[in-house]
Every structure is written in structure tokens, then in C-alpha cells.
């Protein structure tokens, strides 16, 4: 079953337990406040107007609840421990709100009552919930248990790490989500796992993960020079695919150990960690409204920007470059024109302050970063973020890899209006000056949260404000 498949699975047992738990609840609910609803039987106290009309919204308004608490992004992923443990807390959360929405008009007899109607109404809503999920989780455990519908995984290294790693995976596989697929050869040390698990070297890794569908890599690497490990890694980060690494001693010293483990293997994180995805889904939310309200109220200014490109020089009013965003995927990105037409005769160039092909209303749009203002609809479109590191055209992207293969962790995320780079650091007029303004977005995606985001986009407004866009 493919992954869509299991999602609707999903959402229509859970809009079934949804609806359930509504009736049930207003059964509850009529006898626990019978003598203040005005309703002389249940029949007309579930079947008038506003109860019908519940009947329809309060499940859909679960279906939102719990994609905003990213429960059906991973459907391969789940255990009948983590559904109970995110049920609970959705439901929780879920309850408290529609209880001071709608619940407490009630007005029951005795005040204490209040706490009855709460408490059954969690009490109902998680159990038809983590019942019906129970009914599709459950066998997907099992399966998984056969080494069907698992998360492909290789291992990185032969030597004793990547047998210890083996052995964790043979003990556990009856109840983990993942498959150990096999090992990839280093050649820096002497092999102790046996040649059929071997499905090749680093040098095969990109094919392999296409032929294999590996979704993580986990390195488990014995003692050798750090800079041989740095280059291996190196290799790894243009695959866009989640590196994990059995962690040393010092890494656990360090605190640098992440709480994701092989039961008793605790691994460090190489890449980084994305945002929870209750963060994620509710910043491409913020992301899009935000951006829906700036492009309605400051139309007007959109309109008197565009004629001033049009009066300032001839030529398009806006300009569309492709760039490279998340995973790699090339995108347009959205400018009012700053430059004369024909500014690159001889190929991609970088700006700079004193740039002779940028107009004079160009130069103003720059100060105040004017000029990036329709990347709002990029925003709208799904292709950028409101904060995410800055996207570049493949050309410099390729100069920037060959000296830093780290920048490829930067779209591991979506690409942003705004950055912490570009806050710390500004704009960049040469590769070199990319190299090291990619340090800060490397600090921004070990970090990033909410909060460091509106901090981001506060920290944005200062030089804007005072004329120092570029």
C-alpha cells in the first residue's frame, strides 16, 4: 500500500471516529446538562439546527487539528506507543478548545459539572480515536515486523560499529520501523560484516539509493582521521537524504547525541534536525496568510512601484531568474527590475553596491529591498518560505559546492525572503562572501523554530528601516 493510500486510511477512520465521538459526546453531554438545555428529549436536543450542523464541522475541524499536529506525514513511521502518546496530546489540546468555544455556553446546573463534560469528553474522543487508529496501525506493525513497508536504511562502514548496528537491528526488527538494507565499503577498515550484506562503495552510493529507495544513512565508521570522515561526508551531502552516526564518547560528553537511537545505539545527528512538524505545518500556514494579507493591502503600492520600473527605464516591470530551492528543485523567483535590460551579456554576474547596470530607482528599491517584494507570490506558490536560507542560480551554486558541499543542507528547507545570513551578514557580491555568509544559515538550520523565525523577521526590519538593504 502506498503511502497516499494509508494517509486517506487515515483520515477517513479518523473522520468516522470523529463523527462517533461527536454523538456520543452530545448523548453525555444532554443528560450531564439536561436541566439547563431548554430540550425536552434527546431526538430534539441532537437533531435541531445548530447539533446538525456540528454534526458536519466538529470532525473536519479534528481532520485539521490533526494534520497541524503532523500525524500524517509520516505514515510508515508509527507505533501503537506513539499514536496513544500523539492522540492523547492532540485530543487534549482539541478538547480544551472547543470546550471555550462552544462547550461552555452549556451553563449546567452546578459549576462542577464543567469538569465532568470536559473530562468525558477526552475520555470519549481519545478512545474512538486511538481505537480506530489502533485498526490501521496495528497491521502495519505487523507487516513491518516481516520486513514489508519498512524504511529502507544503509549503513555506512563494515568494520565493528557497523556490526554492532546489524545485531541491534536483528534483535529489534520484530517491532522497528526500519530495514537495514545493507552496508556501503569505506575502505578504511578491514570488513567484519559478511560480503553478501556488502551492496557496494561509496563511489555506487547514488545508485544504489535509487535502486534500493534508501530514505536514511546511517555512518558507522570505525576510528579513522577526521578528515577522511569530513570527506566522506562530503560525498553524502548532494544525496538530500538524512545522515545519522554512531556517536563516540565525546559526542555523548559534548551533548551532541540526539534522542533518536537504535534502542541501545544512541546516533548522532549529521544533518539537520527539520522543525517538529506541528512547527512545519503551521509555518507554511503563517507563511501563506501572511503573505495572502501583504499582497492585499500594499497593492496599491505594488501598482505605484510597477509604473515607477516602467517610467525609470525600458523594459519588463518584473524580472524571473531560476533558481535552485528545496531539494535542489530549480524554481523562478519574482524581482521588480533593478537593472538595465541586457545586464548579463556574457553570463550569470554578481551585484554589487556600485553596480553600473542597476538603475537609479533600482538603487532605491535595493536599499530598502523593495525590489523583493513580489516574492511574496512566491511564497503563495509554495516555492519560498518567509524565512529560509537565501536560494542561488545553479551557476554559483556550483562554485559554491566545490569549496563548501555543506551548502547542500540548505535545501534540506525551503528558501527564504529573508535569513539569518542575510541579517548577520547582508548581501554577497562574490562566491567567497557566500562561503561565509553560509555559516549563519548553518547556525539558523541546527536552530530553527518558530520563535528564531519571528526573531529572524524582526531582526529584518532594522536596516530595512534605516536604508541598508544592500
Known sequence: MSDRKRIIRYLLLDYASAFLAWQAFTIFRFFTTRHTTHFSSLTEFMTFEKALWMSVLIPIFWLIAYHFSG?????????????????????????????????????????????????????????????????????????????????PVFVVGTGKNALRIRKEFNRYKSSFCYKLVGF??????????????????????????????????????????????????????PLHVPVKAYSRRQDMLAGSVSLFSLFGIPLVNLTPAPLPMWQQKI???????????????????????????????????????????KGGKPFRIYKFRTMYTNAEPDGPQLSNIDDVRVTPYGR????????????????????????????????????????????????????????????????????????????????????????????????????LLRGKGQ
Open 184 to 237: 556501503i565499503q569505506t575502505g578504511q577498515v578491514k570488513d567484519q560484516v559478511s560480503e553478501e550484506e556488502i551492496c557496494g562503495s561509496m563511489e555506487d552510493l547514488p545508485q544504489l539509493l535509487a535502486e534500493y529507495k534508501v530514505e536514511e544513512i546511517i555512518f558507522a565508521i570505525d576510528d579513522i582521521q577526521p578528515s577522511a570522515t569530513g570527506k566522506l561526508l562530503d560525498s553524502v551531502y
Open 283 to 325: 509555518k507554511a500556514l503563517l507563511d501563506k496568510v501572511f503573505s495572502l494579507i501583504v499582497m492585499v493591502l500594499l497593492s496599491p503600492f505594488f501598482l505605484f512601484l510597477a509604473l515607477r520600473v516602467r517610467i525609470d527605464s525600458p523594459g519588463q516591470i518584473f524580472y524571473a531568474q531560476e533558481r535552485l530551492g
Open 71 to 151: 500525524y500524517y506525514t509520516t505514515p510508515r513511521r508509527k507505533t501503537n506507543l506513539g499514536d496513544l502518546l500523539s492522540t492523547s496530546v492532540s485530543t487534549l489540546f482539541g478538547v480544551l478548545l472547543l470546550f471555550f468555544l462552544i462547550i461552555i455556553n452549556d451553563y449546567p446546573e452546578y459549576p462542577s459539572l464543567y469538569y465532568d463534560i470536559m473530562a468525558g469528553f477526552f475520555l470519549i474522543q481519545f478512545s474512538c480515536t486511538a481505537f480506530m487508529r489502533f485498526l490501521q496501525t496495528d497491521p502495519l506493525i505487523r507487516r513491518q515486523a516481516k520486513g514489508k513497508d519498512c524504511i
Open 364 to 463: 532605491f528599491m535595493r536599499k530598502y529591498r523593495l525590489d523583493e517584494l513580489p516574492q511574496f507570490w512566491n511564497v503563495m506558490k509554495g516555492d519560498m518560505s518567509l524565512v529560509g536560507p537565501r536560494p542561488e542560480r545553479l551557476h554559483f551554486v556550483e562554485q559554491i559546492v566545490s569549496k563548501a558541499p555543506q551548502y547542500y543542507l540548505t535545501q534540506q528547507v525551503l528558501p527564504g525572503i529573508t535569513s539569518w545570513g542575510m541579517v548577520k551578514y547582508g548581501y554577497a557580491d562574490s562566491v567567497e562572501k557566500m562561503i561565509q555568509r553560509l555559516e549563519y544559515d548553518i547556525i539558523y538550520l541546527e536552530n530553527q523554530s518558530l520563535l528564531i523565525d519571528l526573531k529572524i523577521l524582526v531582526f529584518t526590519l532594522k536596516p
